[in-house]
Structures are given as C-alpha cells and as structure tokens.
C-alpha cells in the first residue's frame, strides 16, 4: 500500500493507493471515523459494480448505512440535483458528527464534497475516485463545486476530505474512451512537472503495459498535486499550472452542452492548441507541440476539435474562473515538464485559442 500525507495549516489527511481497497473499505474507514451512519453517494454505473461492495464492507463494521445513487455525466453535477441530496440526509437524521462518501468519478465527488461543505455548514467526508481522473485530480486538493448554466464550477468551495480511498483494480471496469480521458490528465502532469514521466509514457506498449504500470503512474500524479496544493491551497499561485489546457478545454465542454468530448478529452485539445500558439510566440520550446500531439495520438486523444467558432470560444472563456480583475492567468509550457502563469489582458486572449 502507498500512502501519501497531504499537510496543510489546518487539516491535513492520507491518501491511500493499494489494489483491492475498496474490498476492505469499511476496515478504512473505521480507522478515521467513530461515528454510526455513513451516507454514500454514487451514481448508476458505479453502483452496478462497486455499490454493494462498499455498502456491505462499511456495515460489517457496524455502520448504519444510506446510499443515494445518481444519473451518471456532468449535467448530474447542477444546483438541482445538489437540493435533492438534501431532504435524503435530513430524512436519515445525518449530523455533522457523521460521515459522508463520494464513490464514483469527479462528478460524484465535485458534487457530494459540495453537499458536504454546505450540509449543516459542514459534514466530513471521504473520497472513493472510481475513475482515472478522479483518482489522481479532482478527489485530492479540496476543490468541490457544481456548474450552471453560464459554465462549470461556477459555485463551489474549499473543503478538504477525511481521506482519500485509491484502488487502481477498479480502473478495469472503464471503457477505453473513459481511462483515456484520465490519460489527458496524466499526460497534464507530466507536461507540467515531470519530463521523466511524458518520456516513460512515450515507450508504454499498449494498454496492458499501461495497466501494470497504473499504480505507479497514479502515485506520482498524486505526488505532485500534493506538493502542489500544499504550496497554494486556495489557488491564487503556483496551483493555477493545474489548470493547463483547461482554459480552451472548459471552453469546448461548455459549447457541447457537454455532449461531445469528455473532459480529458477537451483538456487535450486545449493542452495542444495553446502550446501551438505559445510556441509560435516564441514562449516555448520549439517542437513542444508536436512531441504532445504524438503522445495524445498514441492514446487516441484528440488535439483539435470540428465546428467550433473562435469568437464562440471566447465568449465561452469570459466567464472562466481564471479571469482576475481585466486580464486572464493562462497557463504555459516553457518546456516539457516545465509550466509557467502568463498573465494576459483581455484583447490578447485571442492570440493563445
């Protein structure tokens, strides 16, 4: 079992990575929490695997459980379903003395962690990812949020988990298309921190390589966002290089009604097109686009995306988060495994998408 200790000012907390976890997670949680009830969200195609298991686990430790199971995909992730989880934790009498478990993908734990953050102005809970990217992004750090209708993560706060519960083996259960969108998260962190990484990524042999090489890949991704977030917990500095191509790929997701690509689908593209434009400006390293262009190929991730407009795009990116008083933080490679903040006014945007 690899562990990793996140240290922050005022709360800090383990994330565990070790197959076959989510067999033993009710022997987990009793090491962190001494309460009886446990409510667990989670959605449909989770539940179809994992729900049973995790419920079964936690009540032959003596926990009370509840389990609310929701439609899978990013619209699950809204204000309306966020008011529905609510009358069904009142209902089974759940305090702030109780827990609360994410089980599932960055939907599942972007909304329950901001149930859990609001719920009774605070209820701890815990992070089960189910997927690639959840497993080594949006369960660890504290960022919970839903999205509205003029974009994503528009309402959402800070709010750290109890822990982090990480088995790679239920990684065998995705569909292809889905662990290659955690692959354009993975292909992120390599890009900006860990040249090593992007070069051992390069030489995988097929997804069965990959798939031994899984636990590994996700113990350092986390490593990373863990040395990261402990630098700038609230994101005003050094945690923006997180957000590489996520400006242009929050953009696409919003202009497909989230319909078309996924997210690490999305990411890619925007990983792609701005360091093509960063490097014809000579900010980065001449060839950086191509060598990402042919690892996104290699895991058959896009770098370019049909019908849509620029203008439409920078519409789409005037309500980013990233936007700080006139002007927009974008986030550059100087070179591989080297990212830098580039702050750029608003007309000057265009240049970069």
Do not use: W
Request: charged share 30%; with cysteine.
């Amino acid at each position: 079992m690899k562990k990793i200790e996140v240290k922050l000012p005022n709360n800090s907390y383990e994330l565990l990575i070790s197959k076959g976890l989510i067999n033993n997670i009710g022997y987990e949680v009793e090491k962190v929490y001494k309460g009886d009830k446990v409510a667990i969200v989670t959605d449909e195609n989770v539940d179809r695997f994992y729900g049973e298991v995790v419920e079964k686990s936690l009540r032959s430790q003596g926990f009370n459980t509840l389990k609310m199971v929701l439609k899978p995909g990013e619209k699950t992730k809204s204000m309306e379903q966020l008011l529905e989880l609510y009358d069904p934790l009142l209902d089974f009498g759940i305090n702030r003395g109780n827990l609360i478990i994410a089980l599932g993908g960055g939907v599942i734990g972007d909304l329950t962690g901001f149930c859990a953050s609001t719920m009774l102005r605070g209820i701890p809970y815990i992070q089960i990812p189910t997927s690639l990217l959840a497993q080594i992004d949006s369960s660890i750090g504290g960022k919970v949020a839903i999205d509205l209708p003029r974009g994503k993560n528009l309402v959402g706060s800070f709010y750290h988990p109890k822990a982090v519960y990480i088995d790679p083996e239920v990684l065998g259960t995705l569909e292809k298309r889905f662990l290659n969108d955690g692959l354009g998260e993975v292909i992120k962190y390599a890009l900006i921190k860990d040249r090593e990484l992007f070069d051992e990524l390069k030489k995988v042999q097929g997804y069965e390589e990959l798939l031994e090489k899984i636990e590994d890949i996700i113990y350092r991704c986390c490593c990373i966002k863990k040395h990261v977030v402990e630098a700038d917990e609230r994101d005003t500095g050094e945690r923006m290089i997180l957000n590489f191509g996520h400006t242009i790929g929050h953009g696409i997701e919003k202009l497909q009604n989230y319909e078309g690509l996924s997210h690490g689908e999305a990411v890619s593209v925007g990983m792609y097109c701005i360091t093509l434009n960063s490097e014809n400006k000579g900010l980065t390293a001449a060839g950086t686009a191509k060598e990402i262009k042919l690892l996104l190929n290699k895991f058959q991730l896009p770098y370019e995306v049909q019908g849509i407009k620029k203008e439409d795009l920078l519409e789409a990116l005037a309500m980013d988060k990233k936007n700080i008083g006139k002007g927009m933080n974008l986030i550059l490679l100087r070179d591989i495994g080297e990212a830098f903040i580039h702050k750029v006014s608003g007309k000057d945007i265009e240049k970069f998408i």
